[in-house]
């Protein structure tokens, strides 16, 4: 089997041992639940009732919640070998460090794929007992979108991670660079957008620039792929408001999250290539 | 080039400070060579560099014939066990020696073997987070056999374990060596490697101070022989002053023994001589240990000047 592989059967295999992936399922399939369950709660009507507004609110939660697990389930993965003694023996075997990392980021994107797979799918399965009606096959392809898209997004932090993890001295300060990764991507990149836009005061320019910008953030492009696909009115935020005129091509998007998983991935690469062991 | 290491002028520098320092070696096949310094002599860089982990900053080196730096390949014909060695604690130890076969492309086959041949067949299905420091060198030993290496490094191998565990270990090392493979063994433990040893590198401060057989080695320091003899009663004040003017010095040891210093030019006619001697009750012969040789070529680490300097 090519050691790439092998690697990432490997953490794959971990990620289930460590209980991870099936503790993110629960997380997952729960979150999702109690949204959908509770998430007309103030209109004063519980229950499976808009479709729309759930998958709304499970990406707004989802832009919080799966960047930050992608981190946490990765940020170790070559300090952590580091650190324990068992990175140079993994080096004396035959696979580059290239692969090495590649095995471990495509090991921990599989655990959480099947796991925001196997959460949501659960989910949905549950609604679609609980009330069969409310599905059709649109809201399948959004969920599908969703589930795709949450997976790349975890996909672009577990690269993040593996970039931490390559450019960092030990674990400790992994962890705390992840959760610097983490607050500056999923809330600090936004409130200074915003920032921009109100000191401007909504400039031609800026009204031009802004849709551009979101780009630069994983996250962003996340929350674009699934609330842009969404009808008005269903729950859409701030976000999508601001961003209303322009139109971004699906195509654009997914390609855009697609290359936000590779790039940190592959300066890990080249990084820990370069990296004097 | 056709010996499984050959280096000629290796260097490695990390900016200023020269890990190694033009060393120029041969290490053979079916021999089983000791890698000797002081902490900081250039081991662990040579193994690196003979790993391909790094690369040199100068000079050549020749790995079983290829140069290693980034030759994946070439490292499934290496077997190397790491000092201290540590393993994925939540791996069992079939299972981690499974995952490493697979990496190495060698025959699972072998894991079942391995296990049985380092004596850990009992403990195969127990997390390695379980076993004891011994058996987790045992185990180093057995992923470094993994895909029946031709060149085997092991690096500290007997560290954690105890006398029967280490006997295991060189009886392996010399299975080895029977089957023609070649064996580097980075150890401090000068007394316990050098019955399991062939020729030695001895590296200081990067460079290399000596290089070959133990029997080569030993002739160029031409190091005395300790002879300790046991007199007759009575005789000793006698037998001392006969030695003396015989151009032996003789020193008594507290068990009542005395002790001389045989030179090895002419050792085989001063055995002889005391063999004749009537007052000599009992004699031993101890040749030079690797320990003195090791001092005699001024191994030890450097001094405080020397490495302000």
Known sequence: ?277 | MNHPIECHALAKRYGELAALDGVSATVPRGQVIGLLGHNGAGKSTLIKLILGLIAPSGGQLEVLGQSPWRAHALRRRIGYLPESATFYGNLSGRELLDYLARLKQAPRTQVATLLERVGLAHAADRRVGTYSKGMRQRLGLAQALLGSPELVLLDEPTTGLDPQATRELYRIVGELRADGRCVLVSSHLLAELEPHIDGALILRQGKLLAAGSLHALGDQAALPAQVLLRPREQTMPELIARLETNGLSAQARPDGRLELQVPRAGKLRVLRELLADPAIVDLDVREPTLAQLYDWLGAGPPSTAEVAA
């Open chain 1, 1 to 277: 089997m090519n050691p790439i592989l092998t690697v990432a059967a490997k953490e794959f295999r971990d990620d289930f041992r460590n209980r991870w992936t099936i503790a993110l399922t629960i997380l997952f399939a729960l979150l999702a639940l109690g949204i959908a369950w509770f998430g007309s709660a103030a209109a004063g009507r519980v229950g499976f009732t808009s479709f729309d507004a759930t998958l709304a609110s499970l990406t707004t939660l989802g832009a919080f919640v799966i960047p930050l697990i992608g981190l946490l389930i990765a940020y170790g993965s070559i300090v952590g070998e580091r650190d324990d003694g068992t990175l140079l023996l993994m080096l004396s075997y035959p696979l580059s460090r290239g692969q090495l990392v590649a095995g471990k980021f495509l090991g921990h994107c599989g655990a959480l794929a099947a796991a925001t797979l196997a959460g949501f799918g659960l989910a949905v399965a549950i609604m679609q007992w609980m009330q069969p009606p409310a599905q059709t096959m649109q809201a399948w392809l959004q969920i599908g979108r969703f589930i795709l898209s949450a997976s790349l997004l975890g996909a672009s932090f577990v690269g993040l991670a593996c970039l931490i993890s390559v450019q960092t001295a030990d674990k400790s300060r992994a962890a705390g660079l992840a959760l610097v990764g983490w607050l500056v991507s999923v809330v600090l990149f936004d409130l200074a957008l915003l920032a921009l836009l109100v000191v401007s005061g909504g400039n031609p320019l800026e009204r031009a620039v802004y849709p551009y910008l979101l780009l630069f953030n994983p996250v962003d492009v996340f929350r674009l792929v699934n609330l842009t696909a969404l009808g008005d009115g269903a729950g859409n935020d701030l976000l999508t408001g601001m961003t209303a005129h322009h139109n971004y091509s699906p195509a654009l998007l997914y390609a855009l999250l697609l290359g936000w998983a590779v790039a940190p991935f592959a300066w890990a690469m080249l990084a820990f290539r370069r990296k004097e062991i």
